[in-house]
């Protein structure tokens, strides 16, 4: 569609921007509450020692998400969309001007919570990572394909209460790798600690480089 | 705008026959994964033997949560959205033609996974119904308010979770009523059953008068 075509005019001016200083843009993208802002609180604070970190908060309503991050240290701006389901391109250029982030540094783009609108929007991101908590259900990447399709990474978030819920992680898993065989999972539990130290790893490693 | 006056016309239909045959027309909306085909799977067997249970279910993709709803022995017609985010009022006029719903029967709405979109489509319902895990968090009313604004009532699933989240509880419930006060809350686990029984009194005490 047109609005389509418009975003992905933007977003390749992202891409450029994002190119042009080496920052690494991560577009996180989840349901609602599968601890997207959580991962981040337990993330920057292992980062922000490294590296620059910025954050784009994107929610229907509310400074909340923001005002966590800024809990963190991080330069956070917060996005509210109204009635619109998703953070698109413009958005972005938007946010761009106002955090003006450095070389080098890392951008997290906390996504509205939705599995289906972000699908479809380009912000012009380095990598998009889907959380998806084992609450959910293992069925998830089948019933929502388009989300995990256009996905690198895989968090796996709320390990903790895999005793407590019905989720069969080897089901999980291979749902994922039929719908997107190149996609690298993690586990993590964003209440625990898990997995947090291995994510923030890889993500320092990619700026490195 | 225009595709949503379009929907509201169709929505209108489809209260009209609603109202037509007395039957009482259920959209439940929530996040991924938040127990709705699992509450349904809880409901229909205590509802089947007092009146005729009908089910629409939504999905971008598969037909996993029909073939659930199939081993209820409830009458039920799946609808894939493709990258589609909501069902709307015309995809429920298709679904009438198809269930044929007898008069003085139940007709489930399960939408497709989202707390975003399905908040602005009218389907012609009787009763909305915003299913909300306890494991997502107590600030998703705020968050996401218009798709709470605009149901009639609340479910808190998976209540057997709540040792092991950190959930308010009662700031979650302070935070509905913020939004809408004449919201009718339920807490129901879907796995153990709490809560279902109740549910289904409350269902049949509307269908029969
Ligand atoms: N048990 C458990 N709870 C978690 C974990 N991570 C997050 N939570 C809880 O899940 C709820 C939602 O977490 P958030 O970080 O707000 O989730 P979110 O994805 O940012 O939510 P939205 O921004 O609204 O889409 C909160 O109550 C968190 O404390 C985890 O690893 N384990
Ligand atoms: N612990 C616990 N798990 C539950 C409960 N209700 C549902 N689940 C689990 O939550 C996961 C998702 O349940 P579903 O019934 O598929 O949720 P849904 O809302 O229909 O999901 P979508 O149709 O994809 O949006 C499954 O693994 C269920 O077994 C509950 O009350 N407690
Ligand atoms: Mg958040
Ligand atoms: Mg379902």
Redo the contacts between chains.
């Keep these: 569609k047109d609005i389509l075509q418009k975003n992905n005019v933007f977003a390749a001016q992202n891409r450029g921007f994002f190119m042009g200083r080496n920052v690494l843009a991560i577009n996180m993208v989840s ?3 599968s601890g997207k802002t959580a991962l981040l609180e337990k993330l920057i604070p292992l980062l922000k020692e490294q590296v620059k970190v910025y954050v784009v908060e994107g ?4 400074t ?2 923001a005002e966590r991050i800024e809990r963190t240290g991080a330069s956070v701006i917060q996005i509210n969309t109204g ?1 619109t ?1 998703h953070l698109d391109a413009h958005m972005i250029i938007h946010a761009i001007e106002k955090l003006q982030p450095e070389s080098n540094s890392v951008l997290f783009i906390e996504n ?6 972000p ?2 929007f380009d912000l012009g991101e380095t990598w998009r990572m889907v959380i998806m ?1 084992v ?3 293992e ?2 990447p ?5 989300m995990f399709e256009s996905s690198q990474y895989c968090v796996l978030n ?1 390990i ?2 895999l005793p ?3 989720f069969d992680m080897e089901q999980a898993k291979d749902y994922l790798k039929k719908i997107r065989p190149e996609l690298q999972i993690m586990e993590t539990s964003a ?1 625990k600690g898990d997995g947090v130290t291995e994510m923030a790893e890889m993500i320092l490693q990619k700026v490195n480089n």
């Design positions: 349901s609602p509450g929610d229907q309503s509310t909340r998400d009635k389901c509205v919570g939705n599995l289906v609108c699908a479809l908590s609450t959910e259900g069925d998830k089948l019933k929502y394909p388009y709320k903790d209460l407590y819920v019905p209440l």
